[in-house]
């Protein structure tokens, strides 16, 4: 059997009036990228400060490489943390930044030096090295605080949005770093708003949404529940989105409302079947404003993961 | 750099101001107006930066460094106990600048000696380091940048105006005198003057022994303010 790195046992999380974590239930096994996928506020964030040892669970049970979370410094001196926002000291230089971390480790002078120009040297920083960081760019500042996550050798790192507000650049360099790390045997836990991101990444995928696990698997199962592609479609006024549900369910097609409610996404799982969302509705005699043809996103994911109630 | 020179300026203005008016009757005799202020001055620079040790925490708690350290296997005490040694590392400097400037330029005669000198910068130390250790504390449990900017200036200018810092308190009106005796920093002063000025030694231990029982609790609830989870 597998050794899993991340386990959480009906994990719940509750602050005040809020349960930002409702009896989370997830596993990771070692060398594995773990996707959390969900919107602000659906407690991504929570679970990895819970993982990370920052906030203790209010129930249910959480392992990180075999310790329990309640056993804060054994986990911590296991595991790397890169959170939503580049923890550099601005003021030091990307060296010193990572050499301040190695030696808080405990690393010899020596020996924190070595570690920290070979990890600038890993992701593209070596020409930067003596420059403060906080005249780096946004992409060099993310790679920096992933290299300081990852300065004491961790079994398990927690990336939390590492791609979020960065260009396209600089988010590709960031993923062919993520697939060194698993084929490194690290095990990764990533957080992202990106279904392209998890995709591209995660061996597994686990959809959060107001603290529940709403879905997971692997990209491919997930994205069959999704289709390959999702239609929206506007009709005319004063055809109603339910006339269009109801015409397109009729058709076999699962449909919901999507957002704004004036129009209704469909995912449909071969581009071929585009063609035939247009015909049912030409044969109901729906006449259509707007038709888009998208890639499923993680709004298609979560409205059809949660079926909204439809809109009549 | 800037920094250093702050309280230099604030000896300039108060030692012109407050000397223009100040009646050398109220004095101790053979008391010039900058001996009686410059060993408080030492004890009043070193109140505003001890309340920005607090804002600072709270800054770094918002922002994601301290997220990190406390993701490492560091235990917290040393984070606290890392930024009240720097920032009393750089108020430090800030005396000694305030000291030599006082007696090259304003004519400052520390009667206690060298030695009477470096025991009242000692006392202004362990007041800087209380202070700063209060203000973490307050900073590690209300973890609200605002309320604490709005503490510190609540606090710094009454700590320091209802003193003896520039007028001996028997020349305040009855109520400011028992507020200005109630006033810590008042004995804080009289033992920096003490020492400086060689004056009868009585109130240093007193004042030491308080400051020493304030740090104590000013380290303890940092500590366990600081240990509670960051929520947000």
Known sequence: MTELMIEADRLTRVFGDVTALDTVTLTAPRGAVLGLLGHNGAGKTTLVNVLTTQVPPSSGTARVAGLDVRQGDQIRALIGLAGQFAAVDGQLSGLDNLITVARLLGAGRRAAYARAAELLDLFGLAGAARRPARTYSGGMRRRLDLAMSLVGHPEVIFLDEPTAGLDPESRLVLWRIVGRLARDGITVLLTTQYIEEADRLADAIVVLSGGRVVASGTPAELKAQVGTSSVRVTPVWPHGPARVLDCLSEAGFRAFAGPGARSVSTPVAEPGLVASVVRALDAAGIGVSELNVTEPTLNDVYLNLIKPEPVR | ?232
Request: some cysteine; charged content about 10%; proline content about 7%.
């Open chain 2, 1 to 232: 750099m800037l920094n250093l020179c702050q309280p230099v300026v604030l000896l300039l203005l108060f030692s012109q101001v407050f000397g223009a008016i100040a009646n050398p009757e109220l004095l101790p005799p053979g008391t010039a107006y900058v001996d009686y202020l410059l060993p408080a001055l030492l004890v009043t620079t070193v109140m505003g930066p001890a309340t920005n040790s607090g804002v600072g925490l709270v800054r770094d708690m918002t922002g994601g460094f301290l997220t990190r350290l406390r993701s490492m296997p560091v235990d917290p005490c040393w984070i606290l106990l890392a930024r009240s040694v720097s920032d009393v590392a750089r108020v430090v400097a800030q005396l000694i600048v305030l000291v030599i400037a006082g007696v090259v330029l304003f004519g400052f005669v520390p009667a206690g000696g060298p030695l009477g000198m470096l025991a009242a910068l000692a006392v202004a130390v362990l007041v800087a380091w209380t202070l700063t250790w209060i203000f973490l504390a307050l900073g590690s449990w209300l973890r609200d940048v605002e309320m604490m900017q709005s503490i510190g200036v609540i606090s710094v200018f009454p700590l320091m105006f209802a003193s003896s810092a520039f007028v001996p308190v028997h020349a305040f009106p009855g109520w400011l005198q028992v507020v200005a005796m109630a006033n810590p920093m008042s004995h804080a002063m009289r033992a920096t003057r003490e020492l400086a000025l060689g004056w009868s030694t009585g109130h240093t231990l007193p004042a030491v022994a308080t400051c020493v029982g304030f740090l104590a609790l000013g380290m303890f609830c940092a500590v366990r303010g600081f240990r509670r989870p960051i929520v947000g």
